[in-house]
Every structure is written in C-alpha cells, then in structure tokens.
C-alpha cells in the first residue's frame, strides 16, 4: 500500500517501480565469500540512519565467510579449522542471510531462484538490485581421473580431507610391508605452482616431516612431495627475483619441483604427466583448474572465459541495476588503458570491489551516476612455511624471508573478522611456535558412498582372493577378466566393456574375489560400496531380478566375478 | 634363531613358546579408547627397563584417543572439536599402533584379522597376550526409523553432526514461511536421561538459546528442547536428591522432561512414542541403545548381555592370557560379595582397569599370580551447563551448582592428556565466558549419498510439483500414488510394495514429480541422490534396461512416476 514516504526513502527515479515508491529497495547479493559480505557490510555501514531505504538479503551455501588465504595453514593443522570459519550473521547483522544454494538468475523477470537444503524447497526471490558475487568452482573436466583422485583445495572440507589422507598415509606406510606400497603412500603430488599450490605444498611439506617424528619407521627423507608447475618458474604473480628466492626456499625445504610440467591424468596410485612421466603416488592435491560457477554459465550475459563482464564501475555490461564482483567477474584493471586486462581475483581486490558496488548501489538510489573501481593493489605476500615468505610491497618494494613471514602473519591477522577471531588465531600460532602437529585424524566422513574412480591401461581394479568390498559399474573402456590357474598363470576368461557391471557375487554372498579384474584401457568406473549395494540389492525386486538375470548369462566360459 | 636370552627377557615358562624363548612376548590391545590406552601406557611404564620382554601393538579404528566425557560440551562448540581428541602415537610412543578395524579374533590360532582402511587390505596378527578393549557400538534396531534419523552421540562425528543440525535447523526457522514448519524446524528431542543425554541436552539447549540471538526472527522461546527418558527420574547414577537437583535446574533452563516415557519411532519429521504421542520434531538425538560390537558377538566366550564375562583379574573366563575391559566387559564390582553385579562403564574405571591389566600380564610373564581389580571408584560428576553441575563424591558427598561445575572442569581438565591439550581447553572455556557461540558450520559431508528413511502412515514421502531429487526403493510396506486433480481433489492411482522403486523419471528428466507419494503404513525406504542415480542410470546397461521395461509395464493407470 503506497504512503507518504519520507525524501530519504524514495528510491531513484527511474520509473522501475513506481506502484511501491515507499518500499525499501529489495537489494539481492548473491555468494558469502569476501565479495558478497563485503558489499553487505558497506551497505550496512552506508545506510544506518536510512534503514527503509534498502531490504539487503544474502544468499550464501555456507553460513560462514571462509578466510580462504588461510586455507592452506588449516589444511596442514597450523590453524584450528573453525577459526578460519566466520560465522555469517554476527558479520552482517542488518542484513538477511539465507542459507541457500542459487539456482538460477533471471534478469527480465528480476527474480533469483534458491534451494533450501534442510527442506529441499525452492524459493523465488525478487530482486530490485542483484550483485553477483558467486566466485567460481574447481572444474577438471579433461584431465582422466583427477576429478575422481585429486583433491581440490578450495572449501573446509577440502583442507579437512587434505590433512586426513595425509595422516592415513603416514598411518598406512607404517603399517605397509611392500616398499613400493610404502613409497607411493608417502609421495603426495601438489598440482599448480601459483600462490594456493605453493603455500599448500610448503605447509604440507612442513606437517608431513614434523608429524613423521611420531611415527617408528618413518623418517623424514622417506617423505616425497613433488610440486608440478606449467610455466618456466613458480609464482607467475611475483617478479623473477622473488619467485626464484621462492623456489630456493621450497628445495631447501626437500620439495621437489617440476617445472614446464603439465598433469595429463591421475589413478588411485599414480600422477600421470604430459610427457608421460608416471609419479607413483597415492595423494594428488590440485591447485589448479578455475571454472564457472554453472549458475553463470547459462546467464545470458557478455564473458571472458567464464567471467561475468563489467564495466569500470562493476555493473555487469548491459545493465543498471546488477553488478558483478570477486572471483566470477572479469574487473577491468584501473591501471590499464584498455577494458581487456582484469584485476587479479585476489581478496584484498574482492574487498575494495565490494565497497565500490555498495557506494554505486547506493549512488543509484540517490540518483547520482556511479564511479569507477580506482584500488590498484597493495601487494603479493606468499608464506613458504618455515617462518619465511616473500612480498611484493606496492609493485616495488620487495621482501623476503623472516620479515616477510611476519608481515604476512601481521597483515592476515589483521584482516580477520572480530577480536575473538584475530585473538584465537594468534594463539593458535602462538601454541604452534612450541608443540608438535596435532596428528588427530577428524574424520567424519563415511567411509561408503558411490564413487568414481579411473584406472590407467594395465592396472588392477580387482584382485583375485582380496576380500568383496564394492560393486562396480564400466563407465568407459575395456576390462580384462583374468583367473590365476593352480599353476601360477593367469588365464584371460572374459573382457567387459562400458555398460557392464561386475563384483556382485562376491559382495552378495560375503565372498573372496574368485578373479582379477584389470583395464585394458584406460578405464572410468563407479563403484558402489558393499553397504549400500547390499540394500539396494536385498530391497529391490528390480534389481535382484537384473542381477540373476546377469548371473543366467554366464557360463564357465564367461563366469561370474564375485 | 634362538640365542641365549637374559633372565629378565625370560618368559614365564609355561611352555607356550618353546621354540622362541628369547623373542620378546607379543601383546596385542585391541581399541584406542581410555582402557586399550592405559593399558599400553602403563605397560610402557612399567617395562621400561625390559624393551625385550615385550612387544606392545595397538590396533584403533581412529588414530586418537577421543575425550568421551567432554562430547556434549564439543557437539555444542564449548570446545574445539580437535582438542578432545588426542593423537594416540605421541600418548603410547614405544607402542606399535595400527590404525585398523578389527575384523575376527582366534583365540585357538591365537590371531587376530584386522583390515587397513587405505590399501583395503586384511591382516593376520598373531599375540602371546590378548587385550580386549573393543568398547560397544550404538544399536538401535527394534526403533523404527531411529537408526536412520536419529543421531547418536558417541563419535567426534556425531558432534559435528548435531551441531551442524543445530545450525541447519535455525538457519532453516530463519527463513521458513509455514508455522507448522517452523516448529517442527525448533523442536529438538533428546532420547535417554543417563549422563550423556543430560549432559548433552544442558549443552545443546545452551547453545540453541545463545545461538538464536544472531537471528532476526528466533526467539529463546521459540526453542523447544523435550528430555525423554524412560525411568521414574533422570539420571539413575545418583543419589534421588542430586538427579531432583538436576531435573530443576534443566526445567528452569527452558528444558521439557518427560519422565516415564520410550521412545517408539521416529520420521524425519517426527517422534513417536510408546504411548502413542508424535512430537513434531526435525532433530532427535538418541543417547540410549548401547550394543555389542559385532566382532564380539561373533566370539565364542561367556558373555552377560553381550559383555564379555571376566573374573575379578579381569582375565576372560576360561583363559589364561586374554584379558577384557572397559565398556566391552562385565567387570565384577570389588565392593559386591557377588560376581553378577559390575562397575560402571565410565571412563574412571576403564583407566583403572587398564592399570590392573598392565600389571597382570606383566605378573603372568614374570610367572607370578595376577591380582584383583580393586577400584571403588572416585564418584561421579554431570554437568548441567550454565556454570552449574552435580556431584557425587566417595559415595556420600554430594555436590551441586558452581562448585560441582568448578570441580567438574577441574577433574577433567586433569584428565586430559598432555599439558598443551589441557591449556588449549582451558583457553577454549576462557575465551567461552566472553564470547558467543561460533556459528560456523563445519560441514564436510557430500549431501548426497544411499540413504534410508522411515516414515509413519499418511507421511508424504513425494509431494507433486516438487523439484526430483531422489530415486527411492520400497524396503518395507505399502504407499499410494496419488495425483493432484484440476479441481484441487487427489485421486488415488497406484500402490506400491515392497521391492518397488519409484521416482527415476523426474531425476532422468530433470522434471517436477508429477504424482504425491504418500506412506499407507509404516513405509522404510532406500533413497539414492539424483548425481548417484544418474551416474548408475547412464552408465550401467543392466540399470537402463531395467528402467525401461518398468517404464513400458506402466499404464495411463499405472502411470510412471517421475
């Protein structure tokens, strides 16, 4: 119902909503990383004394901002886990945050379509002013097997995952008696030599060779980290002088590093490359690989590879009323003449970012024209583990070790959210300074689900007399179906090929495996865990029937592999 | 090869290991929890002096000791999760540790078969002296639909879980619009009035209350916390005066008892009791239905209500060098004339325990007489949360309010081991007093996986126009398909039982569901995620075939439901 507003709470005058003049402007943003709040706490600041002048709401997955930088030190245990995690509502108290994962955008009908994890129900929300900060994802479509084995570092889970398999692996080389074993379960490969992949190598190296002093068999040079880079040095971001400091460090620090290296493929146990090296190697980490979030990939709007294009003041090219921001934009550089070269997607620029779109967004209301993003970068810092780092301070002042490793830890801190915050992390470090690395494995996970794995030409995916623990299904390429005679050779019975299925006999009747299955090729499956596969299979009328039908089919020449 | 051996490294000569005198005895513990480590510590303790004598091996299924009594204070963010776990190798140094499950025990071989969680391989572990300290699991089979919507309270998982539901649950209230809805979303019951529940329901109404402050619309009495428990009173550990202290303090705390009340099943939505009341409820968290762990039930022993039998030196009955504790074993109480009434299974007598099994094996090398277990125990302590708790001490002190709270972080925090783990707690609870709870969700899990699911008569299992997001398998009993009519009317077209599948139109076509599902009667299903399903559906041939003959059975009156 239209009333009487007073001047300050009359929107721009546009025309775009005329019918509602007295309502506050719904102002939508979309992702909870360093963009998104960043907008929401410059609004906040912006229109205190104007509270009816805007309705902000926040769409996040997560229902806190992730201090991604520290990623890294969280994934080695340097820091607790949750103190890197900032609760979103304490954050931005005047603005709605919903938990919700964003389907997708329409611009014409001004709408945002959302799920509701806990009730699975849709939302639309209207929107009077979208910002789009959605950052991106890790996409390794095209490398074999790396999406099925490598491990991304990009969310919480992510550095959870990153230190349990660090530690089972320490756990499992104690316990392993082949030396081969023993030798790919403690070579971890680190993909990507930019900022993540190298302070992720350097701070899993450095929790590797300290936590292996717990262990009774393992010394620190039994310890292999490799760290795979395309171009001709690390740190393309740095100058030449700083990344090759960089790099001196890491080797002194026993990485290894490949460079002019490109990952073509990964199994459970190998790291395939490009010029067809083969890393034996249980633990592939992957720091490379930025892709479009797929809500932006079907927006019809103008891209740079994947990033939302904009202008100089971050509204999206075409548009007055939605902005773009962080990771998923492409911000024109203020220092560059032309609209082609972008800003890095770094923090501190997503920071700056979201403060111009809050001043624009509230411009717009006010009727003024909106000003261009003018933040041209303060510098690089790097930690390299160890108590040293390198810095490039204002595109000319460089620095390294000791005192780069404290403006590091000096600017981070200051950068996190709230007292409580800074105060935990800096006893975190503090504590850190004087004890060993927490070993405890937090693991809370279950151990079945349906999973994906790939398999290089000649490797095992089942072994004849091993216990049945998974069902498999041929997503791609030709197994071999081999029996081992009483003789000690192996006599090929059957091939399978995509579509097939193998492994339910054993599972079904708890069951040694009677045959070795091995890839011909290079070879996708899904595997479906005894558990589950044992309920599906006992429960469903359809799938016993499919699966007695499979078992008729097979004669001695063609057996059934349990 | 046999050499002579010094009269120290000498077992007893009981003629078991004739042919290997000098080899070093090998004992194997069997579980990380407090017995199985005080077992290993005090035998390191004590044989020091006699590395040859012994050779200790530890078998956990997770590679830390995990603080149990500290759970509920973890599961609400009192304190970290990671600083009640503490890692087992640097707690039992001289100790072989092998992070394992055990899968059978020999006791004629004299084998135990473990298998190893990263290479999925078996091992056959032989031992002079066998340490049984497997602890007991959650069982509650019997409950319909508890085991699958219930969260037990008995892992750092479970912690993380129902603190995650906590968060889940206000984040879902925040933005839900169907009061019913809403109420359910607030509702949270916690099933068993022993130490754990109360202790856990003190926590979890504590952060919930503090917790809904950063929302915009959750008031503390919008929040419903109800405490079932079976008995006349809570707590049946402590004296009638103490657990009547206890019940006014969680009532005056906002906390709902209901007394003299069993849990009888449960939905996602509901819980149902024995007396035929549902409570509409998203969470319930059970700390009742203590089971025997299956490796157990499978050995041949006497047994007392699936605990192992052992005489007053805790040596299995009817043998001579396997010994049982903590919560696995009926150990008789040393006060009681009787060998049918046993201690407590609380973490002070599994540590004392522990001591007399150490002792004993190292009495039976030595060749002489193993001794009783003669603790009485110190008293016991619950928190209540809000700096208040009871106690009761050396049987006839009784303690309540901010001293007993005061003593009972005292007498933990002494518990814990290690001095950098007991000051990490006590910043934990110092930072606590001047902060609000953290309301990051530390969430892990991928949201997909084969899930089951319970559901009560007349529960809607599929509503029409719902985005699909699952395929499910009848496992037990009858549901009706029912179609929305234009005139707002249902009609009935179908009904499935047992065996049937129903749902994988919507997913493959990426489609509303056409048709409501609704329970007839009590209905268990097996629910498989859309990215799962659709993995399975494109890539297994079997699978495709299957779905499209049942796709071809249906008529316009037994239509396919998506």
Redesign the interface.
């Known amino acids: 119902m239209p009333s009487p507003a007073s001047p300050a709470a009359q929107p721009a005058a546009d025309g775009h909503r005329p019918s509602a003049a007295a309502a506050p402007a719904r102002v939508l943003i979309l992702g909870g990383g360093f963009a998104g709040v960043a907008v929401a706490q410059e609004l906040e600041k912006r229109v205190r004394r104007l509270s009816r002048l805007i309705d902000v709401t926040l769409v996040s997955k997560?229902?806190?901002l992730l201090f991604l930088p520290m990623l890294p030190e969280a994934a080695s245990g340097s820091i607790?886990?949750?103190h890197i995690?900032?609760?979103l509502?304490?954050l931005i108290?005047r603005t709605?945050?919903?938990?919700?994962s964003v389907q997708s955008i329409d611009l014409t009908q001004q709408t945002v379509t959302t799920?509701?994890?806990?009730?699975?129900?849709?939302?639309v929300l209207p929107w009077d002013y979208l910002v789009i900060a959605l950052g991106n994802i890790v996409d390794l479509a095209g490398l074999a097997g790396v999406a099925q084995h490598g491990l991304p570092i990009k969310t919480?889970?992510d550095a959870?995952?990153i230190r349990n398999r660090a530690?089972?692996?320490l756990?499992?080389a104690?316990?392993?008696t082949d030396p081969d074993?023993r030798r790919r379960?403690l070579t971890f490969v680190v993909a990507g030599g930019g900022f993540s992949g190298v302070e992720l190598a350097a701070e899993l190296n450095a929790f590797l060779r300290d936590a292996a002093r717990?262990?009774?068999t393992i010394l620190a040079q039994d310890i292999r980290l490799v760290l795979l880079h395309s171009g001709e040095r690390l740190l393309p971001e740095l100058s030449a002088g700083l990344a090759r400091f960089a790099q001196r460090q890491l080797q002194r620090q026993g990485i290894e590093l490949k460079l002019r290296t490109r990952l073509a493929a990964a199994t459970a146990q190998e790291v395939i490359l490009q010029d067809g090296e083969r890393l034996g190697a249980?633990t592939l980490v992957v720091a490379v690989g930025a892709g479009t979030n797929p809500v932006l990939r079907s927006l019809e709007a103008a891209k740079d590879r994947g990033r939302l294009k904009v202008d100089r003041t971050l509204l999206l090219v075409g548009q007055t009323r939605v902005w773009a921001l962080g990771d998923c934009a492409a911000v024109p550089d203020p220092k560059a003449k032309q609209d082609d070269q972008y800003v890095p997607p770094t923090a501190q620029f997503a920071l700056r970012e979201g403060r111009t779109v809050a001043r624009n967004i509230v411009a717009t209301l006010e009727g003024r024209p909106p000003q261009p993003f003018t933040f041209a970068g303060l510098g690089q810092l790097v930690s390299l583990g160890q108590h040293t780092a390198v810095a490039e301070l204002l595109g000319r002042i460089k620095v390294s070790g000791l005192l780069a490793w404290l403006l590091w830890r000096g600017f981070y801190l200051s950068r996190l959210p709230g007292l409580?915050r800074k105060?935990?992390v800096w006893?975190d470090w503090t504590?850190d300074l004087?004890?060993?690395r927490?070993?405890?494995?937090?693991?809370?996970?279950?151990?079945e689900?349906?999973t994906?794995a790939h398999y290089e030409p000649g490797q095992v995916i089942i072994r004849q007399g091993?216990?049945a623990?998974a069902f498999f299904?041929?997503?791609r390429g030709e197994v071999q179906v081999v029996r081992e005679q009483p003789d000690g050779t192996e006599l090929e019975v059957d091939r399978m090929h995509?579509?097939?299925?193998f492994g339910e006999v054993g599972l079904l009747q708890h069951r040694r495996r009677n045959a070795t299955i091995r890839a011909v090729d290079a070879v996708d499956v899904?595997a479906?865990g005894s558990t589950?596969f044992g309920?599906?299979a006992e429960?469903?009328?359809?799938?016993?029937?499919?699966l007695a039908?499979?078992a008729s089919e097979r004669t001695p020449q063609r057996p059934l592999v349990s």
């Open positions: 997560t229902n806190y607790e886990l949750t995690m900032s609760p509502r304490p108290p709605r945050v919903r938990i919700e799920l509701q994890p806990s009730t699975r129900r849709e939302q919480i889970g959870l995952h530690i089972e692996m756990d499992g104690e316990a392993a074993e379960l717990a262990y009774h249980n409580e105060l935990r006893i504590l004087f004890s060993r927490d070993l405890a494995q937090l693991n809370v996970q279950r151990t689900r349906v994906l091993d216990p623990d299904v041929i997503m995509q579509g097939d299925s899904i479906l589950d309920l599906l429960s469903w009328q359809g799938l016993a029937n499919l039908h499979t």
